[in-house]
């Protein structure tokens, strides 16, 4: 479906976790579960993308973590220590183990072996980027936190480490809102793996962001709460269709290759229906197609999910605006009937807006002809 000789895109936390806040769409669940690269899939419908990070951010995004996890990641467990879990013993001389492996099935397997040492060995250990695996709708995406800690109790803690600042202890609520739902696809990926032992250990729903501390290049960390996070995303990809489902919809030989002809790309795109929001921009490679297809459409999605809620059955702006105006919609559907008060509320507004500036201007002539009169 991707196309011969193209290698699979592979899903990460953070396209989890954007496909987990768009259950609804089809075409990007089976673009992600065929492993397509959307972005250049939207470079050859003409549309490119402007989602993604720079060189500069991954640049100072790998050098800061490379400082975070140094001299075996004593400051990175410093931080864990003094955050998360203050009364255990403090974690000098922490097992690193070694998780390399042949290819991300070997690595999955390699990381659940460490845990399960780590869990028995007691004591402190980190697992730098370790692999983890998890079920999505069918289809396995393999998933690489930037570290996981075990500690003395036997315990899991997910770290996230972010190149955004911490001013006074505190970042932007936005990053930080962004970066939890990531840790929290790892949290769900990490319990799989603790429900496969015996006894089964316990995943925090605490996890450690670290970033640097005001605008110096020393990380600090802080404590955030995901269990909303993960119960969300647990709940939205559990309503994903099944990718197989999706697939035997699409007519035959339906491929997504970059180098197919544009208008057989588009035919391909089209043959799976989305559910755009503006909030795809943000999250989405294929965000600006969609939105084109959508603003030629007349589709009331591209005015945002709130709204689209609220309208009900009408689903074109020009549907809304008919049953705002009395040419068509039910009387007693409530949707329509809060149209035509907010514009019988709009036109009367409009009207003593006319009737002041009418009076207005008015007053304005009879001053301006007083003062002349008195001049005389």
């Not at 592979?10 to 976790?17: K, S, Y």
């Not at 690193?96 to 990381?111: I, K, N």
């Not at 039910?330 to 329509?336: E, R």
């Amino acid at each position: 479906m991707r196309g011969l000789d193209v290698p699979a895109k592979a899903l990460d936390a953070r396209a989890l976790a954007a496909l987990a806040a768009n259950p609804g769409c089809r075409r990007r669940s089976i673009l992600d579960g065929a492993g397509v690269d959307k972005a250049a899939l939207a470079s050859a419908l003409g549309a490119p993308s402007g989602f993604g990070q720079s060189q500069f951010a991954l640049t100072r995004g790998n050098a800061f973590e490379a400082r975070v996890k140094a001299d075996g990641g004593a400051e990175l467990l410093r931080l864990v220590h003094s955050r998360l879990d203050p009364g255990a013993e403090p974690p000098a001389g922490a097992a690193v183990p070694d998780l390399s492996a042949l290819g991300p099935e070997g690595r999955t397997a390699r990381t659940a072996l460490a845990l399960r040492e780590a869990v028995a060995a007691g004591g402190w250990t980190l697992l730098d980027h370790p692999m983890l695996a998890l079920d999505v709708a069918g289809s396995l995406a393999f998933l690489e936190p930037d570290a996981v800690v075990v500690h003395p109790d036997g315990s899991w803690t997910v770290v996230e480490i972010k190149s955004f600042p911490m001013l006074d202890g505190s970042a932007d609520p936005a990053k930080v809102g962004a970066a939890a739902r990531q840790a929290a696809v790892y949290v769900l990926a990490l319990e799989a793996v603790a429900a496969r032992l015996d006894p089964v250990p316990p995943v925090r729903h605490r996890v450690l962001l670290v970033c640097p501390k005001d605008f110096s290049n020393l990380p600090t960390g802080s404590a955030v709460d995901v269990r909303k996070q993960r119960a969300v995303t647990a709940r939205q990809l559990a309503r994903l269709t099944r990718i197989e489902e999706i697939a035997d919809t699409l007519p035959e030989g339906t491929c997504f290759a970059p180098d197919r002809p544009a208008e057989e790309l588009t035919a391909a795109v089209e043959a799976v229906p989305a559910a755009y929001a503006p909030e795809c921009l943000s999250a989405c490679e294929l965000a600006f197609h969609c939105r084109e297809r959508s603003r030629a459409a007349d589709a009331v999605t591209r005015l945002g999910r709130p709204l689209r809620a609220e309208l009900g059955g009408l689903t074109t702006v020009e549907d809304v605006l008919a049953a705002a105006r009395g040419d068509s919609g039910d009387p007693d559907d409530p949707a329509v009937a809060a149209l035509r008060r907010a514009a019988a509320l709009r036109a009367e507004a409009l009207a003593q807006s006319v009737g002041r500036e009418a009076a207005l201007r008015a007053e304005t002539r009879a001053t301006a002809g007083r003062e002349v009169a008195s001049c005389r």
